[in-house]
């Protein structure tokens, strides 16, 4: 059995252990920790509370706890304790509530304070718990800083948003929604969104919403399409819809964004009236063309076979002046006849068009250059060229290209220098101004010539017809360069050029490759 006194000694040591573990607890707490007595003066200030105010511990003890807070708190705290000890009116003890602290800088910040009282055998004191909120404030000011950011986006979208819950319930609709369809926002918040539908969609639209809860299966939640809205007005008018899923509270909302379409599809619609309009045209001026053409050939033929009759049987009777008109006469008939040929040439581009094959631009290349084998002779020229691809085309087309390409070249050379010709291919992507489809592969043929070259600033003109730069100098109705670029658009590209006066010049063919395959 145990004595008395070693009763006492065990409980002692207990007591001096239970004290230690809970010192222990206030002075690694992370919390701050603050004992008062009635008259407001700190007993007690864990490592925590001190950390948390800018002091030392020591700094802080027997000292008015008022002087931890700002005014007006500071001058009203004493008569605060004042008030509770005399009324036993509590505004925070054993409630807590969220306060402001005066640090040793002089900087405030915002804490949760909760305060306790113990009544002693000798004494009362006052336990306060110190929560420092500042990062959470400012976590929460950062989140209404952003929900007001957000917020105002929606609010000043051009296009419109529109929130519903599960069963279809307008939650939420931006100003620009509520204009697009004719209506204030009032007006729909609650409503069903099929108000906002035409038949058939109005009356199918729960389906489309219980089908997709039950099954999962995306009809335009994630994909977005076009649909079509029902304005207050009863107008129908076009949309693109796409529609999110967000999960917020356990609470599912489906989030609408709305793309009016109307005026891209009146334009849309324009534009097709315009390309059928502007086909119909060209077939027409086609049409027009080579029928003219044709029905000029007669009577320029029968002005020919008189002029020449005349020129034959009576040109020796005829005065000076006569035999003037004559020679004039079949040389504007002549020329008439270039022209009309050419004119020819330039509608059958289209009007008289035939089937892509294979066709291999070097063999095309050769004939063109045998041809032209005299020409080429006669003026000294030079050819140098690398090999070509195969591509779709036309070859009669090709051939043109080149003909009429390479004949320009020697044409227009300098006097006393011999045309140097260098033709070669390069292969590249496709470009949006091209003609080209989406995907194809596209090829370069180039023709540099050591010629009179042109200014630059008559680069659009040469490509038109009839258009020429060298007045009568040189022979030619100015319709090549037209005939190339209408082949080379015909073939899913463009043609352009590069040049400089007295330099040369360097014309750049864009054509679509397609089934493109290198020659072996």
Avoid: W
């Amino acid at each position: 059995m145990t004595t008395h006194l070693e009763d006492s000694l065990h409980n002692s040591d207990q007591g001096a252990e239970n004290r230690s573990r809970l010192q222990a607890i206030i002075d690694t707490a992370i919390d701050g920790i603050i004992t008062i007595d009635s008259h407001g003066i700190m007993e007690t200030v864990n490592p925590a509370a001190a950390r948390i105010f800018g002091y030392q511990p020591e700094e802080v003890l027997g000292k008015n706890v008022s002087m931890l807070m700002p005014e007006p708190d500071h001058s009203r705290h004493d008569g605060y304790i004042a008030n509770y000890l005399r009324t036993g009116e509590a505004k925070i003890i054993g409630k807590g509530r969220e306060v402001l602290g005066l640090k040793k800088d002089g900087t405030t910040f915002p804490f949760l304070l909760s305060i306790s009282e113990v009544k002693l055998r000798d004494k009362l004191i006052f336990t306060g718990i110190v929560h420092d909120i500042t990062q959470l404030k400012k976590a929460e000011l950062a989140l209404r800083e952003s929900e007001s950011k957000i917020n105002s986006i929606i609010q000043a979208a051009v296009d419109g948003i529109i929130t519903i819950d599960t069963r279809g319930m307008i939650e939420m609709v931006n100003p620009s929604a509520a204009k697009l369809f004719g209506y204030d926002p009032a007006e729909l918040l609650g409503r069903s969104i099929n108000m906002l539908m035409p038949e058939p969609d109005s009356s199918r639209h729960d389906g489309y919403m219980r089908h997709y809860q039950e099954t999962g299966e995306k009809r335009i939640i994630g994909i977005g399409r076009e649909v079509s809205g029902l304005r207050k007005d009863g107008t129908v008018f076009p949309f693109f819809l796409s529609v999110s899923e967000v999960v917020l509270g356990g609470r599912t909302v489906y989030t609408g964004f709305v793309h009016d379409i109307t005026q891209q599809k009146l334009n849309e619609e324009r534009l097709r009236r315009y390309a059928a309009e502007l086909e119909r045209s060209n077939r027409e001026l086609q049409d027009f063309a080579y029928v003219s053409s044709h029905d000029l050939q007669e009577p320029l033929r029968k002005i020919q076979a008189f002029g020449d009759r005349l020129k034959t049987k009576e040109y020796d009777t005829l005065s000076e002046q006569g035999r003037d008109y004559i020679d004039r006469m079949l040389n504007a008939s002549s020329r008439m006849q270039n022209l009309i040929n050419d004119l020819l040439e330039f509608s059958r581009v289209t009007s008289k068009a035939k089937p892509f094959v294979e066709v291999n631009l070097d063999v095309v290349l050769t004939e063109v250059l045998s041809d032209l084998e005299i020409t080429i002779e006669q003026t000294g020229t030079v050819v140098n060229r690398s090999p070509l691809p195969v591509i779709d085309a036309e070859p009669t087309q090709m051939r043109q290209l080149f003909q009429n390409l390479i004949s320009n070249a020697i044409k227009f050379r300098k006097e006393q220098v011999p045309p140097v010709i260098n033709i070669y291919a390069k292969h590249l992507q496709p470009k949006a101004h091209l003609t080209a489809t989406p995907g194809d592969e596209l090829l370069e043929i180039h023709v540099e010539d050591n010629g009179i070259g042109f200014d630059e600033k008559y680069l659009d003109r040469i490509f038109h017809i009839f258009q020429r730069l060298e007045g009568q100098k040189y022979e030619g109705s100015g319709i090549g360069l037209a005939i190339c670029r209408k082949i080379a658009i015909r073939h899913g590209g463009d043609i352009t050029a590069r040049s400089q006066p007295g330099v040369g010049a360097h014309f750049i063919v864009t054509l679509a490759k397609k089934h493109f395959q290198e020659e072996k």
